[in-house]
Structure formats: structure tokens, C-alpha cells
């Protein structure tokens, strides 16, 4: 997202603003994550819940983007894709192999999310599809293995 600002491109992040809910798997109700509770265990927490897009704050980022009249990026995943990819003119997805992919989240420091095994399993799992499965809905894929400067290259060419 920083690299997109720079080029002069209004980019907001799935996570970091809060374009997703943790909805409990049991219940099926959104619930905020207990940022503030020092005693969560953050991997239990994420057994437990589910990160899903918000098709309402989706479709509100859309409505702006539309009014506006310029792209605006959102960039990032969670489950329920497929129930707001409508919202988009186009979707482009940074793919990368499993070796790069184990390396990144293993080496970010401020996400604790892969760092178990269950988690890390779940993610591979993700991985291995993830491909054929924006290929299949019409995405752009884009080797995000590459340095990152041709990488944002890619994607705003695609995007204009």
C-alpha cells in the first residue's frame, strides 16, 4: 500500500482498516478481537474465528471510488472473496511460491498470524489454489517474487 501511495494512488488495506470482521465460527456473529486482553492466546483466538470481508464497507469503498471518479486500491484477503468481488473493475492478486511465502511470514514482526504450524498448514492449503482460483474469476496475477519496485510497476499498469 505505502509503495501505491507514493506513486500518488489512494490504496486502503483489508486488515489494516478493518474492510474484514473475526466472526466466530460457532455462532456465526462478528466479535471484535480482544486487542487489549494481555492474557489472549492469539493462535487459539484464530482457531476460533474467521477473518470475512465486509461486503457493506466493500461496497461503500466502491460507491466512493465511483463518485470520485479514480482508482482506489484495497489490498489484501480474507474469506468471503467471492461474495464481493463484484464490487471491483479489476482484481489483481501478488502470487508467490511456497518457499517465499514461508519465508515472509515467518520473517514479519508485527503479525503474529502463521506462525504455528495449524496456521501455517492452513495457509499452504490456501496457497495451493490460490492461483487457478483468481485466474478462474478473471484476476491478474502478478509475480510478487520479483523486487517489489517491479512489482508495483506491474500492478499499476494493470490497474490504469
Do not use: C
Not at 489454489?129 to 519496485?149: C, E, I, K, M, S
Request: aromatic share 12%.
Amino acid at each position: 500500500m505505502k509503495e501505491l501511495e507514493k506513486h500518488g494512488f489512494e490504496a486502503h488495506g483489508v486488515d489494516e482498516e478493518g474492510f474484514a470482521d473475526w466472526i466466530d465460527r460457532d455462532t456465526g456473529m462478528a466479535v471484535p478481537f480482544p486487542h487489549y486482553d494481555i492474557n489472549v492466546n492469539v493462535h487459539d483466538w484464530y482457531r476460533k474465528h474467521r477473518w470475512v470481508l465486509s461486503e457493506k464497507r466493500i461496497g461503500e469503498l466502491k460507491e466512493y471510488a465511483d463518485k470520485a471518479n479514480r482508482v482506489v486500491f484495497l489490498a489484501g484477503t480474507a474469506d468471503g472473496e467471492d461474495k464481493v468481488w463484484h464490487f471491483f473493475n479489476k482484481v489483481i492478486t501478488l502470487s508467490v511460491d511456497e518457499a517465499t511465502m514461508r519465508q515472509r511470514l515467518e520473517q514479519r514482526p508485527d503479525n503474529h498470524f502463521g506462525k504455528t504450524a495449524e496456521e501455517m498448514a492452513d495457509i499452504l492449503k490456501w496457497l495451493k489454489d490460490h492461483n487457478d482460483n483468481y485466474q478462474n474469476f478473471g484476476a491478474f496475477v502478478v509475480d510478487a517474487t520479483r523486487p517489489l519496485n517491479q512489482v508495483v510497476d506491474d500492478v499499476i499498469n494493470l490497474a490504469e
